[in-house]
């Protein structure tokens, strides 16, 4: 299989109303043929109401055009040129992010509620919306970016920027990506301790060379130890999300966490809360909801600490597959329910920082 001939098949690929194939329109970039995989992206450069379609068209093109040949094919559908403008605040020793417009701390009382799950999606669902972004694994004890993005064997490599060491991100889905775990061989726990790991943590964001971003969002460690207060307080975050499960018993972690935020010499905005995992939906039947953990256990937290509710991601076999297969579910079809829901979760994003 080669690029030219997927690119001759593209060329065949119309569309329906600017009457020109996605060749010549430039929609098309990034065309890589990985081992039994054709991957590429489909650019539009504003929200157009046929992309689906014509997505479907280009896989058809491709199908056609190695016949017999067995292969998978993923299009990463996004919209170009959507740029934040808002410049951060910064003080000495932050040039690695003096062109990111938003920083923003995806957070947890507690471990294991999905913030990684919602990190990575996340990510997926602005960049799909034209946004250029980066993340960062600040989870110096069980860093699960890597795995979760399929990018578990890269090593970044680190360049001289003016004397100064400088990590370049590894970059995979059109997003920028970092994480401790690329520096430790895995399955290794690292234990470390508190300035250390707030140390590495810092460098995991102000020693990498990240370039121009609308959003690079901070996959934080569970629990709001001095590692977070400390990161919390050096780092010109726009604002936190904070997620959690339905349950009452996640109320007081949920609360952990808000207090955080709002401790008096830290006063970083919270964003709001995302519910995860808010009811149960079989992949055979996305209708139906089942409140596992509960109704409205999102809603009432969110009520109780006078944060928005951003989002409520359903609990779905695909999410937990699609994590531990290193291809976020956010990639795939745009009318999925999990697609849906993170898409909906980026949307409320950014109409809460505007
Ligand atoms: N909405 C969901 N539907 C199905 N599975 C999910 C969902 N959210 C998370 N998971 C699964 O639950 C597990 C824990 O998720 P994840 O690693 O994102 O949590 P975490 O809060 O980052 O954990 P940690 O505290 O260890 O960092 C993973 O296997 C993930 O795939
Ligand atoms: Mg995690």
């Known amino acids: 299989m080669d690029k030219n001939r997927v690119e001759a098949a593209l060329k065949g690929v119309m569309h329906p109303v600017r009457e020109q194939d996605v060749i010549s329109l430039g929609l098309i970039e990034d065309i890589k043929i990985e081992e039994g995989k054709v991957r590429l992206k489909l650019v539009f450069p504003s929200p157009d109401p046929l992309a689906s379609s014509i997505k479907k068209s280009c896989e058809e093109a491709i199908r056609s055009a190695f016949p017999g040949e067995d292969f998978k094919i993923a299009i990463m559908e996004l919209v ?108 290794q726990p690292l234990i470390w301790r508190g300035p250390m790991a707030s140390n590495a943590l810092k460098q995991m964001i102000l020693q990498v060379q990240w370039g121009e971003l609308d959003f690079l969002l901070i996959d934080l460690p569970p629990g709001t130890g001095d590692i977070h207060i400390s990161l919390v307080h050096d780092i010109p975050l726009s604002g936190a999300i904070i997620v959690s499960t339905p349950q009452a018993v996640a109320l007081a972690d949920v609360e952990k966490g808000v207090n955080m935020f709002r401790q008096k010499d830290i006063n970083k905005p919270i964003l709001g809360l995302v519910e995860n995992m808010a009811w149960f939906t079989p992949e055979e039947l996305p209708d139906n909801k089942y409140y596992i953990f509960g109704k409205d256990g999102g809603k009432d937290m969110a009520a109780k600490f006078d944060i928005p509710l951003l989002g409520q991601i359903p609990l779905v076999q695909s999410i937990r597959e699609s994590g531990d297969n290193g291809e976020p579910v956010t990639l795939s079809d745009s009318n999925r329910p999990d697609t849906i829901a993170f898409t909906k979760l980026a949307r409320n994003i950014i109409k809460q920082l505007e």
């Open 80 to 187: 170009r040129e959507r740029k934040i403008e808002k410049r951060l605040n910064l003080e000495l020793g932050q040039e690695a992010i003096q062109h990111v417009g938003h920083i923003i701390a995806i957070s947890s009382g507690k471990g294991g509620v999905g913030k990684s799950t919602v990190a990575v999606n996340l990510a997926v669902a602005l960049a799909k919306e034209g946004y250029r972004v980066g993340l960062t694994d600040a989870d110096v004890y069980g860093p699960s970016v890597p795995k979760m993005t399929g990018t578990e064997d890269e090593k970044p490599m680190v360049e001289d920027s003016s004397g100064k060491d400088m990590i370049i991100p590894i970059e995979k889905y059109g997003i920028k990506w970092m994480s401790i775990g690329y520096f430790s061989p895995p399955s």
